[in-house]
């Protein structure tokens, strides 16, 4: 059986043997060293942190050169993100995924295209990237209290471009966030049916048991060292481009697995945990903002309720930016920011 098919079969089956885990483990540590030298060292600069905020607690590697902070989010600890304030008029925030590595890095192009223009902002989610990493439970409303402490530093209304599960998070803070005044959403979860081990647990409510089976002490960090491996995170990456993946990111999301606490919110992703249990009618169709969704294909979600969305919302429209799989913001930049552009003219 080849590496990619035991790799999907760990990763889409609901019962994970631990012998089979440990086993794998010595797969693809090699050239592990090479991949942490190969990210990159971005500078930062060292202008006062603005309010509210302080310099990042973090001693992870910058996922690109611009401003970096941190807050404190009660009950939690510090949140990372980062910032080029350079521009004018209404802020952009950019919301990461959540998967085993999820990070800035996957917003840089996005961030790059207009830092200069606007202010633009990434926010790093609790347990992920620049933000602290506790054995705390992960939950929808945890982050979904991060992304609003984070519209009270920028302290104006903001347009917000969220990616994969971050629109989950996106739509739950805009339905009580007044000052989120627009929604992009690139390849959104919950817009169809249930996709994978990880959807179906949430959709059918059963995500606490798989969490409880994947937690368990005994082989929880020999599950988490083989999602984060160099192999398995190449392998999950490239079911998200159309070529090759970016081997930016690929460095970057292995330096970031190894960081301390890491495995502990990627747990509540996979099982579940951070997915609600139906997107669309709790979250989605109550939106008012103007709405954007680029999408096209994906292999970890499908978008069967999109059209139904945007008939039913007079604010809303999608956009295909082909060919593309989930991350478009790689592949076909100048798509996606005429899809954007287009969208905030009309605004």
Request: overall charge positive.
């Amino acid at each position: 059986m080849g590496r990619a098919k035991v790799l999907r079969l760990i990763f889409m089956k609901k019962r994970y043997v631990a012998a089979a885990l440990l086993g794998l483990l010595v797969v693809g540590f090699a050239g592990a060293q090479a991949l942490t030298s190969q990210a990159g060292s971005s500078q930062l600069t060292t202008l006062p942190a603005p309010a509210g905020s302080m310099p990042p607690t973090s001693t992870l590697t910058a996922a690109f050169s611009a401003d970096r902070y941190s807050f404190v989010l009660p009950d939690f600890g510090n949140v990372g993100y980062y910032v080029d304030k350079t521009g004018t008029g209404r802020p952009l925030l950019l919301l990461t995924s959540i998967n085993a590595a999820a990070s800035a890095y996957e917003m840089r192009p996005i961030f790059q295209a207009y830092r200069g223009s606007r202010p633009v902002y990434v926010l790093e989610w609790p347990g992920f990237g620049s933000s602290d990493r506790p054995d705390v439970r992960y939950t929808p409303e945890l982050m979904t209290s991060a992304l609003k402490a984070m519209v009270d530093i920028i302290g104006a209304d903001v347009d917000v471009v969220a990616l994969s599960l971050g629109s989950e998070f996106a739509a739950r803070g805009a339905l009580t966030e007044p000052r989120i005044r627009s929604l992009v959403l690139i390849s959104p979860t919950g817009m169809g049916s249930a996709q994978g081990t990880t959807q179906e647990a949430a959709a059918t409510e059963k995500a606490q048991n798989l969490y409880n089976g994947l937690a368990y002490p005994l082989w929880s960090g020999a599950l988490y060292a083989l999602i984060a491996s160099p192999p398995s995170i190449r392998y999950f990456l490239s079911g998200s481009f159309e070529g090759a993946p970016d081997q930016g990111l690929v460095d970057y999301s292995y330096v970031s697995t190894r960081q301390p606490g890491a495995k502990y919110a990627p747990l509540y992703f996979i099982s579940g945990l951070l997915f609600n249990a139906d997107a669309y009618n709790a979250l989605y169709s109550k939106l008012t903002q103007p709405v954007l969704v680029l999408y096209d294909k994906d292999r970890f979600v499908n978008f069967d309720r999109l059209p139904e969305f945007v008939a039913a919302h007079p604010n809303a429209q999608a956009v295909r930016i082909t060919p593309t799989r989930g991350l478009p913001q790689f592949e076909q930049m100048q798509q996606v920011k005429a899809a954007l552009d287009a969208f905030w003219a009309q605004k």
